[in-house]
Each structure stands twice: as structure tokens, then as C-alpha cells.
């Protein structure tokens, strides 16, 4: 795994490039590399994460420029062979206004600005993205963002749902979102959105490292 | 070619929740206005465009909106068009 590359995508406004970068460098010993988000040549990395910010000012919807720039026109035939995407709070929006995951994220109910830490329920490890043993585990990670109220119709829900779509769920339910949802994956697998920052939670000196396990797992084949 | 003047509405479905649009009325509600019922807050988008009849224009504003002013989990659209 010594050349194992994991891309970190930057568009305008991202600002949790570098934090993503030093967990996974720093703390984990994975090789990262910055993509500008002009790039559309992906051939170099092995996995890709799509951190959080303000993409493009979070103009008309979150994510929903991003969803344009050549990068993520580019994902759809890395994701299809199989290749490791993440993506963390505006990550997780620009996956779903892009199509890769189902459902929307909106203005939090509470209309606030949250940052806080908030435990978390483990409900699937599909993709082998969390670490879910015999018995239902929680950790705690943070979150910060004012438009993280995960909203889908209800076939969406029962099809997450019925395929272990759900792989984290708020205990206390910060945002309004439906059915508690803080991250899905794709069918594959392959793909994970979700709100909460685990390359914030990498280093016990700034308040826990519940979020190593999945951040270390983009390696995985 | 003709131009046109477009504007667009978005709206959240109306099954989707608007915290700020329950803000704004709770607010409206304290200057003084009575008989508020409901209050939802959506978009507004005026576009300037040619093309060659309306119906390439409205192909062209449906795509649009499809694919960009909105997102349709959790929004509707209409417009209204007119030829300048």
C-alpha cells in the first residue's frame, strides 16, 4: 500500500482540505494529493475525498455548483470501477445533488449554525466504512454545518433502508433530519456521504479518534 | 432569433419543511399582521435568453431548471416567459 493516493478534491470555498490531508497523512500515513477541482484526470489517485467547506459559496444550493465542475463529471467512471469516494459535509451534499447518493440535505430545523460533537449510531458497515462488530456500536464525532437536514421521499427511505443503505444515525437528532440519517452509502458500497467530520476526530489531543477507522478504511480494495 | 424574459419560481415541495419560512412568519406575526396562515419562502430567477421560437426556449429553461435552478427531491419550479 506503499503508493496508495488518496485525492483530496479542492473547489473554491473548501476548507477542510488540509484537515482531511493532515489526518491522513499525519495521523494514518496515507499519501494524499490535492485535486483542483478544474482537473478531470483522476488516474493518479486511488480513492478521493470530497471534504468539507462552502463550495462555490454555497451559491443556489450546497453543492449544487460543484456538481458542474469537471472533477465530478469525471467521478461517475471512477466510482463505477469500483474506487473509494467520501464525501464530508459539503462532500456529502455535492454526492447528492450529483446523483451519486439519493435524498437532499436543507437548512436545519433549528435554522441554526451547529457545531458540536454528537454520538452516532453505526446501523451498517457496508463498504467496510465503519467498524461494526457482533453488537451495535456508537462513537462520537463533530459536526459543523447549518444545511445538513438529510430529506428523501419515502420509497427513497424504505429502499436505504431495505438495503442497509444507512450507515450512521444521529442519537440525539441535531438537524431535523429524517429517520436521524447522518450518512448512506451507494448500493455498491463504494461511495459514503455524511455529515459529521471524522478527519476531526483523529488525535486524542483535539477530542477523540472515532473518526480513524473510517478514513483509514479508504484504502480498502 | 427572439429574446425572451423568463422568470423562474422555485419552491420547497410542500412536504418538505421550512424552518426559514416559519421564522419569517412567527416574525410577521409579532409586527402585527393577523390571519398569516402559512408562509414559505422560495426563489425567484430572471433569465434573459434568445433562441429561435418559444418552444426551444422553454426546452432549453426546462432543462435548466431541472438540472440546475432546482433540485427536485425537495423542489417544484414554474415560469413564466415572455417575448421581449
Known amino acids: 500500500m506503499d503508493n496508495f493516493t488518496v485525492g483530496v478534491v479542492v473547489f ?9 490531508s493532515w489526518a491522513l497523512e499525519g495521523c494514518l500515513g496515507i499519501r494524499t494529493k490535492y485535486l483542483w477541482h478544474e482537473s478531470s484526470d483522476l488516474s493518479n489517485v486511488d480513492a478521493i475525498v470530497l471534504p468539507g467547506g462552502f463550495s462555490y459559496g454555497d451559491y443556489l444550493r450546497c453543492g449544487a455548483i460543484a456538481r458542474f465542475s469537471p472533477l465530478i463529471n469525471a467521478l461517475d467512471e471512477f466510482v463505477k470501477s469500483g474506487k473509494r469516494v467520501l464525501g464530508i459535509c459539503n462532500g456529502f451534499q455535492i454526492l447528492t445533488e450529483s446523483g451519486f447518493l439519493p435524498g437532499a440535505l436543507t437548512a436545519n430545523k433549528n435554522l441554526n ?21 457482533d453488537e451495535k456500536q456508537t462513537i462520537k464525532l463533530p459536526i459543523a454545518h447549518g444545511e445538513g437536514r438529510y430529506h428523501c421521499d419515502s420509497d427513497t427511505l424504505k429502499k436505504l433502508v431495505d438495503n442497509e443503505l444507512i450507515a450512521l444515525r444521529y442519537k440525539n437528532n441535531p438537524n431535523g433530519s429524517s429517520f436521524d440519517i447522518a450518512g448512506i452509502t451507494n448500493e455498491k458500497g463504494n461511495v459514503l456521504g455524511l455529515m459529521p467530520h471524522p478527519e476531526r476526530a483523529c488525535e486524542e489531543t483535539i477530542g477523540g479518534t472515532d473518526g480513524l477507522f473510517t478514513l483509514k478504511s479508504l484504502i480498502l480494495k | 432569433m427572439d429574446q425572451f424574459a423568463v422568470k423562474v419560481f422555485v419552491r420547497l415541495r410542500p412536504s418538505v419543511l421550512d424552518p426559514a419560512g416559519e421564522a419569517t412568519k412567527s416574525a410577521s406575526i409579532k409586527l402585527g399582521a393577523e390571519g398569516i396562515k402559512s408562509l414559505r419562502i422560495g426563489k425567484m430567477i430572471e433569465v434573459k435568453i434568445e433562441g ?15 438540472r440546475l435552478f432546482a433540485n427536485t427531491v425537495i423542489e417544484d419550479y414554474e415560469y413564466s416567459l415572455e417575448k421581449l
Open chain 1, 12 to 20: 473554491p470555498g473548501s476548507n477542510c482540505d488540509r484537515d482531511v
Open chain 1, 113 to 133: 449554525f451547529i457545531c458540536d460533537d454528537v454520538e452516532l449510531d453505526i446501523v451498517s458497515s457496508k463498504g467496510g466504512w465503519f467498524n461494526n462488530g
Open chain 2, 52 to 66: 429561435n421560437g418559444e418552444n426551444e426556449v422553454r426546452e432549453k429553461i426546462d432543462l435548466l431548471c431541472d
